[in-house]
Each structure stands twice: as C-alpha cells, then as structure tokens.
C-alpha cells in the first residue's frame, strides 16, 4: 500500500470521504497493519473513519446505553446478554434472534457502523438503544459523555486478552507469518511499552473507572471472570441496572438460568450461524474474514498459560498491579 493512503472498507461510505485528508496526514506505522496516531493514541487505520465521524456526528440520547469494552474481552458474549436480558419480553427463549443471527447483528457497534456509513440505521433505532463501543472513554463525543446516559463496562484479565486478540489478529490478517514474527510474548511486552491499538489495556479500563467515580449509578462495571464464575447473579446486577430486572415470578419460573444458557460460549459457538462460514479463505480480506466463527474461540479464563511464558505473564501482573493500583479498582 502507497504511504499516505487509506484502506478502504466501504469505498462509498460518507465518514471514509470525509475523513480521507485527516486520516491520510496522520502518523502512520506499517509494521503488523496499518495504524495512525489520533488524539494520542494509534488506531487501526481501517476503524479510524468511524471513529471520527462518531465523534463528529453522534448524537447520544439520555436513555441510550451503551457497552464498552476493550477489544476481545468479551463484547460478544455481553452484547448477547444485554440483548437478551432486555427483550425478553418480546422473544420467547426458545425461538430466540440470538439462535438465527450473531450476537454483534443484535447490537450495533457504533464507530464501525458510522464506517460503513450506516450512521442513519442507529439514528433510527427506537429508545432506549443499547450499543457497543470499543472507543476510549477520553475520546468518547461530548454527547456521551455529557449525557446521563448508562454504560456498562465489561473487563478481562489482560494476559487472555491478550491472547485471544494475537489468535484474533492471526485471523484478521490471514498470514501464517504473523504468529512467527509476532509471537504472544512479544505481542505481550510491546503492549507493555505502550504499543498497541485503542491505548493500552490498562488505560481503556482506567478511563471507564476513572468517569464511573462521577457517576457510579450510571457505569457499571462487570469482569468476564466473575461472569464466568457467577453468571446468574451477574446478569442480574446488570438486568437491575438496565432497568429491568427479573420478577420473582422470573426467577422461580428459571427465566435468568435460560438467558445464561442461551448466551453461553458453548450454546452460542455451537449454532450453525456461528459456524465458520465456507467462503472465508486465507486470501480474503480483513472484511471477509470477520465471520461470526471468529468470534468464538475458547470462552475460557486462564488460556494464557498455554500461550505466554511465564516471565512474560508476570510482566503483565505487575503492570496491572501498577497501573491499577490507588485506583480503587482490584485485580
Ligand atoms: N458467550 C460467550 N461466553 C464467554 N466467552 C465468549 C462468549 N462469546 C465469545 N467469547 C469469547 O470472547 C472473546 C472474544 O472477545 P470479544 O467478543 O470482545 O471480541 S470482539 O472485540 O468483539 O472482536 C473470545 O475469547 P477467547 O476464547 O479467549 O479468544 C471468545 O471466545
């Protein structure tokens, strides 16, 4: 690719036009994919179009909520939870959209909706919209942040983001040459040194903890391992924090035990939707390979140590105790 130019996902889509002089004079950095400094931080150069236009042009409502995760630290399985929890009244369980469509064609995401010049399908989505973000909380728009409304923040141990990111990359970019030049520890330890994309893992949660001290009621926090090892009374803290939560009548009758399951790794990875899909190959493009497999892989706590040594692993404990510690917030 020229130096200067900008990949495209959709060549039509608006933000991408508008975006092209910014984004073309940013710094840039080849090495693994493209990326491009922005408001102090390198984004992939092919999501950096939605980003801008969310910032641009996304105007939140009061009501909204939204779902912000780092990337690869479960926004799947949330967006499946926070979907199902909230339209069980429309859908019975067991002729559920979850069981016929992925999870992420349930919730939008919204920068990557406004790349593919999609913004008018959130505009039209009736209150109280639920959508998913990757973005910073610093580089959130002023409507989001100012606005009252509610954002559930969803964490995971770095180590197993980590990881499930470097098998995601693998896939992302279909080369067999990026698991020998970017091993997971090296992966690890330039993540570490602050090289990465959507800022550091630490600094993603930070800033979402940071914004919760001023508004506690309207972040809420979750942790995939928590909701690993209690998934019922997690979806319920969430359900309570949406506004909906489960009647007695609901809990007796098993309706929180029936979400879980539904939204389960092994229920969801095992739906024919969510299979690889034939026509995804090694030559394809980053679009392409983005099939709703490659968003299932071990929906496990602790796959790390089958992947990073254990030098490395301790690398990355410190940095979470330094970087979390004073912060209130435990590791
Ligand atoms: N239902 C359910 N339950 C538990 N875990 C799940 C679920 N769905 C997806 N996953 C696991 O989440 C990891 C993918 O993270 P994300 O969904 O955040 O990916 S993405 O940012 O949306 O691309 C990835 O983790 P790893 O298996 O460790 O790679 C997925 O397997």
Not at 29 to 53: C, K, M, N
Not at 70 to 80: A, C, D, E, R
Request: hydrophobic share 40%; glycine share 6%; proline share 7%.
């Amino acid at each position: 690719m020229a130096a200067g130019s900008v990949p495209l996902l959709s060549e039509d889509a608006v933000p991408l036009q508008e975006c092209r002089d910014l984004i073309a004079s940013l710094p840039v950095d080849h090495r693994v994919v493209p990326v491009r400094q922005y408001q102090g931080f390198w984004w992939p150069e092919s999501t950096l179009p939605g980003v801008i236009a969310v910032q641009r042009h996304f105007k939140s409502r009061p009501d909204d909520v939204f779902l912000a995760t780092y990337p690869k630290s479960g926004t799947t399985w949330l967006k499946s939870l926070a979907f199902a929890v909230t339209t069980r009244s429309q859908y019975p369980l067991s002729d559920h959209p979850l069981l016929q469509i992925n999870p992420h064609q349930c919730v939008h995401s919204l920068e990557r909706m406004f790349n593919r010049g999609r913004s008018s399908e959130i505009d039209a989505l009736p209150s109280p919209r639920i959508l998913a973000t990757h973005m910073l909380h610093s580089v959130l728009p002023d409507s989001i942040a100012a606005s009252d409304c509610r954002i559930v923040y969803l964490w995971r141990d770095p180590k197993d983001v980590i990881v499930s990111a470097w098998h995601f990359g693998e896939k992302v970019l279909g080369t067999r040459e990026y698991q020998a030049e970017w091993p997971v520890d090296k992966v690890a330890m330039a993540h570490c040194e602050g090289i990465s994309t959507h800022a550091t893992i630490w600094d993603h949660i930070l800033g979402y903890w940071r914004a919760r001290m001023h508004r506690p009621e309207k972040i809420l926090f979750l942790r995939y391992e928590e909701m690993l090892a209690e998934p019922a009374a997690n979806l319920k803290r969430m359900a309570d924090f949406l506004g909906c939560p489960f009647s007695p009548e609901e809990e007796k009758a098993g309706m929180v035990e029936e979400i879980v399951t539904l939204c389960s790794f092994n229920n969801l990875s095992g739906l024919a939707i969510n299979k690889p899909s034939s026509d995804v190959t090694d030559e394809g493009t980053k679009l392409q390979l983005l099939n709703n497999a490659s968003f299932f892989r071990k929906g496990e706590r602790g796959d790390w140590r089958n992947h990073m040594s254990p030098e490395v692993a301790r690398r990355m404990d410190e940095m979470t105790m330094e970087k979390l510690q004073g912060s209130g917030l435990s590791f």
